[in-house]
């Protein structure tokens, strides 16, 4: 007689893999005070001096007389216990939260719990997106639920795409095209499956220009004027070099998102994309002066533009970053290789720099105000002088972007 097959499959249940931990009540009655969302499990409930706090596997919530904090666990930084009684969160966004105890022992009780829970987890399935995907497939796996579609892959979600791209208006029959090189990511990770091309550059064309641009980022339109066809394109740098490296695929797309948004604009005008500042001299940094006297002196956004058939680049660098970064492989535009284009560096900080100056105004919100030197103190961390160059670089592409429009 034949043994009995023994299958080594088995159907495992979100429940299982991803189980409900215990609750834990400080007090009998106390109720977990807030919905809970698929996947999320509170662990802990109690009861501070004024307030019921509650931590899941998400997040943590403090309810108030009056107000609620509720913040996700991935987003506090820090816990610590200050003054015996209270608890202080500092939060990755800058924000504070306070929270006072009754009891050193109660208070040193929920620490242990929070550093025990906002550590960065040991392997990528413990972040709560993979139990809220897995409880959705089970809860909605035969009904048409919001939550369900947002975690089946499906047309729905690569039809975004397209919807996007028949809403802002792009002529994709004559003058772009969507292209799939991406697909997978397997061109540039940090780039979208789709990208919108000119309808006459090949995906031949884009793997080559991406060898050329940093990270593989190659210019890709991402925006649309749906009143005069202006676009906005996004790039990495060019991997120019001190050897001045150039690439024809990335010269000839650079002209051809000009050309395909001529094509495609609505009102025959020209391209507006290219319509540079007029006080901006090619190859030097936008200074306070000239951008404040292009604005005040201007008579309405024409005077912000200068020739209507030019390419804007804005490179966020400051010209002396740009070309230090030549040593390392990178660089910029040179105007003399991408014709109509004009050159604008911004002048903003680096990655490194901006942190510096985050850090240094979350560690001034956290102290004790000192009335008579808080402005002096705000002005040294540099904060607002990053927000003033991040403003009038937007307003630079506000006024680029919408200089054709009536």
């Known amino acids: 007689m034949d043994e009995e097959v023994q299958h080594s499959l088995e159907c495992i249940q979100a429940n299982q893999i991803f189980p409900r931990k215990q609750l834990i009540r400080e007090e009998e009655d106390l109720q977990v005070p807030f919905p809970e969302l698929h996947g999320e499990s509170t662990e802990y409930v109690g009861r501070a001096e004024d307030a019921i706090i509650a931590l899941s596997n998400y997040r943590l919530h403090i309810k108030f007389k009056e107000s609620v904090v509720n913040v996700p666990l991935q987003l506090i930084e820090s816990v610590e216990c200050r003054d015996i009684f209270q608890l202080h969160l500092t939060c990755k966004d800058c924000k504070v939260i306070r929270c006072q105890f009754s009891t050193f022992e109660q208070c040193q009780e929920w620490l242990k719990r929070l550093n025990n829970i906002i550590h960065p987890p040991s392997r990528i399935e413990d972040l709560f997106s993979f139990a809220y995907h897995a409880w959705c497939m089970e809860v909605y796996a035969s009904e048409k639920e919001q939550?369900?579609?947002?975690?089946?892959?499906?047309?729905?979600?690569?039809?975004?795409?397209?919807?996007?791209?028949?809403r802002m208006g792009f002529d994709v029959h004559n003058a772009w095209r969507i292209s799939?090189?991406?697909?997978?990511?397997?061109?540039?990770?940090?780039?979208?499956?789709q990208l919108i091309?000119?309808?006459?550059?090949?995906?031949?064309?884009?793997?080559s220009v991406a060898t050329f641009r940093s990270w593989k980022r190659i210019p890709a339109v991402v925006y649309r004027h749906q009143s005069n066809g202006a676009v906005i394109a996004r790039c990495?740098?060019?991997?120019?070099?001190?050897?001045?490296?150039?690439n024809a695929d990335d010269e000839h797309l650079v002209q051809s998102i000009a050309k395909a948004g001529a094509v495609d604009s609505?009102?025959?005008s020209k391209l507006m994309n290219g319509n540079c500042p007029k006080d901006f001299i090619s190859g030097v940094d936008l200074s306070d002066g000239e951008f404040d006297s292009s604005v005040t002196n201007a008579s309405g956004v024409d005077s912000l533009?200068?020739?209507?058939?030019?390419?804007l680049i804005l490179d966020a660098r400051s010209y002396a970053a740009a070309v230090a970064n030549r040593a390392k492989g990178g660089g910029c535009e040179c105007p003399e290789y991408y014709?109509?284009?004009?050159?604008?560096?911004?002048?903003?900080?680096?990655?490194?720099?901006?942190?510096k100056s985050f850090q240094a105004l979350r560690l001034l919100c956290t102290q004790m105000p000192d009335p008579a030197n808080w402005l002096s103190a705000l002005e040294s961390t540099k904060w607002l002088q990053h927000l003033s160059v991040l403003l009038k670089s937007a307003l630079v592409v506000i006024h680029a972007v919408n200089r054709d429009h009536d």
């Not at 990495?236 to 150039?246: L, T, Y």
């Not at 014709?339 to 942190?355: D, K, L, W, Y």
């Open 180 to 193: 799939h090189i991406n697909d997978k990511y397997k061109l540039c990770a940090s780039y979208p499956q």
């Open 266 to 268: 609505n009102i025959n």
């Open 339 to 355: 014709p109509n284009c004009e050159v604008v560096f911004m002048g903003m900080a680096n990655i490194h720099s901006i942190r």
């Open 305 to 311: 533009a200068i020739q209507p058939r030019k390419l």
């Open 236 to 246: 990495g740098q060019p991997e120019v070099s001190w050897w001045g490296w150039r």
């Open 147 to 166: 939550h369900g579609d947002l975690c089946r892959p499906g047309e729905h979600v690569t039809s975004r795409f397209k919807n996007e791209v028949e």
């Open 197 to 207: 091309v000119p309808a006459w550059i090949t995906d031949k064309e884009l793997e």
